[in-house]
């Protein structure tokens, strides 16, 4: 079983800024790929970063150069700096976790259960 803890959620005046954080614990061997993935009401799900083990980021082209996404190894958790909002940010965020559970050889896949962001005057 494994538990992801998302947080940092909340209102925000465009031009603001924001932190997201996700934990996660529980049976895992070792981590792949830790993201942030988001779902405005009426669209699907979409990137918005990944970052590896080894700490090579990945971002969504409407978030570049606005949003930071990081990782504490040792505390499997990873970080989403979120500056300069805009109202199209708006969406539930979702933390995703790629890893190898203890016993095991393959990969698994595991979801957040959301953490909601509204930009909005």
């Known amino acids: 079983q494994v538990q992801l803890v998302e947080s940092g959620g909340g209102l925000v005046q465009p031009g603001g800024s924001l932190r997201l954080s996700c934990a996660a614990s529980?049976?895992?061997?070792?981590?792949?790929?830790m993201g942030w993935y988001r779902q405005a009401p009426g669209n699907e799900r979409e990137l918005v970063a990944t970052?590896?083990?080894?700490?090579?980021?990945t971002y969504a082209d409407s978030v570049k150069g606005r949003f930071t996404i990081s990782r504490d190894n040792a505390k499997n958790t990873i970080y989403l700096q979120m500056n300069s909002l805009k109202p199209e940010d708006t969406a539930v965020y979702y933390c995703?976790?790629?890893?190898?559970?203890?016993?095991?050889?393959?990969?698994?896949?595991?979801w957040g259960q959301g953490t909601q962001v509204t930009v909005s005057s």
């Open positions: 529980g049976n895992i061997f070792s981590i792949y790929v």
């Open positions: 995703n976790i790629d890893y190898r559970r203890w016993g095991t050889r393959g990969r698994d896949d595991y």
């Open positions: 970052i590896t083990s080894g700490g090579t980021p």
